[in-house]
């Protein structure tokens, strides 16, 4: 705090262990955060690489998982919007696949692409964030 008012690095810590590193500056979070997931539970292990604008999450992120899996995505107003990019795990009978796919709303939505790691595609369609149906192997 500087005359009241939060300024530079932050940690915040949640009361399951989950915690937030970024920075104030004149009181909002600006810049570089990384966000790492309770230490217990499902997604133990998973961290997520964003930035704040004026205290918004906006522009590119990245999803880490705790497999080697990860996405990337965009955020618009402190939401997941647009293309994004799902690699599979480097490790297991996955390794080198990866999924295109839309946020709309912060919600799987619309057309997307599996493609295996030997180039063969599925396509199929997220409904408000299910996976709906096949459409076709190219």
Known sequence: YVNNIEQGPSTFVTANGAKEEYTFVNGIKVGPSTFFASPKGEFAGDREERTYVNG??????????????????????????????????????FRGDREERTYVNGILQGPATYIFDTGDRLKYNYVNGIRESEWSNE
Do not use: C, D, L, Q
Request: proline letters at 8%.
């Open 56 to 93: 918004i999450m906006e522009g590119p992120a990245t999803y880490f998982f705790a497999n080697g899996a990860r996405e990337e995505y965009t955020y618009v107003n402190g939401i997941r919007e647009g293309p994004a990019t799902f690699f599979s795990s480097p490790k297991g009978e």
